[in-house]
């Protein structure tokens, strides 16, 4: 009887076991991608254009198809990848219609590599160009989960719709501060192509190429998804800056992005104690056509506008992003002084200019990393004795001209009185 109840009570486990397992959700099966799987998704333009024979003598639209199937066998399985297309339905000559072309070929998730080849292999050359329309759709399809995020957009020409225009989207998506990033392929070696991809990747720090072999387009898209597999999800805490430092956010040890118009002052402000080093960087990016001279300037001064220290950098001609920074360590307080933190501003400005026909909005994209360390060793920085004030330098200054001209004028008489001798 014994046996049979213990029998009995075995089997029922056994049940009770096989039945969680059987209504375990999908998401926590092996192999299944976590929400914070790097995601992907490829933008391939399907225009009229893309029947053009100029890549190893096929089309341009069989060297996309070719490259696409050899970077789905190559995909990680931890990258999640989806595949949106423009111009791919619409054959008319409606440019209203033809503009709203953009769909999602396949859904972003785990790839079944039988079927997304099957959605690829259906595609022909067919409509128009609708590139801001399909960016804003892809970072739509991209926008669950905590993970990487990019689009690698493959074109063979410029934006045919004109709104909503590529280079604003691109913008517009960097200035959401989900640190998207656009790659973009150029099946073309047009100057205004590269033109108009250039300035979508330079919005989001992504990276422009001009394709003109098979090869070269499948080896580069499979690095741009490597790349999303490699890199950490490590995104910018979003800021905005005071006009004044009484008024500025306080900011902990991190990476912070923020916005700035064409000439402004930001300020922020960091709690430093007696022993410790603030060390502070800026970077800031020339998203778009700007006049030739630059600079930004990056201080840390007091509550009362005493200014510490100073990084600038300047710079000429075309750039993509321009950087400063600073270190300021406060000596250790003796016993009897006070070790309370305190307030340290950081102004952050640029004197970046544009021509009338450029947009000042959204600001230019602002990344600021800060930090404070403790400081073991006496500080080494010039500022933390004074010499940022002057008084120390001049003072060094001054004994150092005195010395040397009781040398001078020693040697002087000396060489009087050989004279003098002789």
């Known amino acids: 009887m014994i046996i049979k109840k213990r029998l009995a009570t075995g089997a029922?486990?056994?049940?009770?076991?096989?039945?969680?397992?059987?209504?375990?959700?999908?998401?926590?099966m092996a192999g299944e991608p976590s929400a914070d799987s790097p995601k992907v998704e490829l933008v391939l333009d399907v225009s009229g254009s893309m029947r053009a024979r100029d890549v190893d003598g096929a089309s341009r639209m069989a060297a996309a198809k070719q490259a696409f199937n050899e970077v789905l066998d190559?995909?990680?399985?931890?990258?999640?990848?989806?595949?949106?297309?423009?111009?791919?339905?619409?054959?008319g000559k409606d440019r209203e219609t033809g503009c709203q072309d953009s769909e999602q070929l396949y859904?972003?998730?785990?790839?079944?590599?039988?079927e997304a080849k099957a959605a690829v292999a259906t595609l022909s050359p067919t409509g128009w160009t609708p590139i801001g329309l399909?960016?804003?759709?892809?970072?739509?399809?991209?926008?669950?989960?905590?993970?990487?995020?990019?689009?690698?957009?493959?074109?063979?020409?410029?934006?045919?719709?004109?709104?909503?225009?590529?280079?604003?989207?691109?913008?517009?998506?960097?200035?959401?501060?989900?640190?998207?990033?656009?790659?973009?392929?150029?099946?073309?070696?047009?100057?205004?192509?590269?033109?108009?991809?250039?300035?979508?990747?330079?919005?989001?720090?992504?990276?422009?190429?001009?394709?003109?072999?098979?090869?070269?387009?499948?080896?580069?898209?499979?690095?741009l998804v490597r790349r999303s597999a490699d890199t950490p999800a490590e995104a910018p805490t979003p800021v905005q800056g005071a006009a004044q430092c009484a008024k500025a956010p306080y900011l902990g040890s991190g990476l912070y992005s923020d916005r700035e118009s064409f000439g402004e002052h930001r300020w922020y402000r960091m709690r430093v104690a007696p022993g410790q080093e603030l060390r502070a960087s800026a970077s800031v990016a020339a998203d778009r056509a700007v006049d030739p001279d630059y600079g930004v300037l990056l201080r840390a001064v007091t509550p009362g506008g005493r200014e510490l220290v100073r990084g600038s950098e300047a710079g000429s001609g075309r750039t993509d992003v321009i950087s400063s920074g600073l270190r300021y360590p406060i000596a250790d307080a003796d016993d009897d002084e006070d070790t309370t933190e305190r307030t340290v501003c950081l102004e952050l400005s640029q004197s970046f200019s544009a021509p009338a026909s450029v947009k000042r909005t959204p600001g230019l994209p602002v990344e600021l990393a800060v930090d404070v360390v403790g400081n073991d060793d006496p500080p080494a920085d010039v500022a933390a004795f004074g010499l940022g004030?002057?008084?120390?330098?001049?003072?060094?200054?001054?004994?150092?001209?005195?010395l040397v001209g009781?040398?001078?004028?020693?040697?002087?008489?000396?060489?009087?009185?050989?004279?003098?001798?002789?």
Do not use: F, M
């Open 12 to 28: 029922l486990g056994l049940l009770a076991a096989l039945a969680c397992g059987l209504i375990s959700p999908p998401a926590a």
């Open 74 to 91: 190559a995909t990680p399985e931890e990258v999640r990848l989806g595949i949106r297309t423009l111009g791919a339905n619409y054959p």
């Open 107 to 114: 859904p972003v998730g785990q790839v079944d590599r039988t």
């Open 134 to 223: 399909a960016l804003r759709g892809a970072s739509k399809d991209l926008s669950s989960g905590e993970g990487t995020r990019r689009i690698v957009l493959i074109t063979d020409g410029e934006d045919s719709c004109g709104l909503p225009d590529p280079c604003d989207v691109a913008r517009e998506l960097a200035a959401q501060g989900t640190h998207l990033v656009v790659d973009t392929l150029g099946l073309t070696l047009d100057s205004k192509v590269r033109e108009q991809l250039s300035c979508i990747a330079e919005a989001t720090g992504g990276t422009y190429t001009a394709i003109q072999h098979r090869d070269q387009l499948s080896s580069r898209i499979k690095q």
């Open 389 to 402: 004030r002057g008084w120390v330098l001049l003072g060094v200054l001054t004994v150092g001209g005195l």
């Open 406 to 422: 009781l040398l001078w004028g020693w040697l002087a008489r000396w060489r009087v009185t050989v004279w003098r001798t002789n």
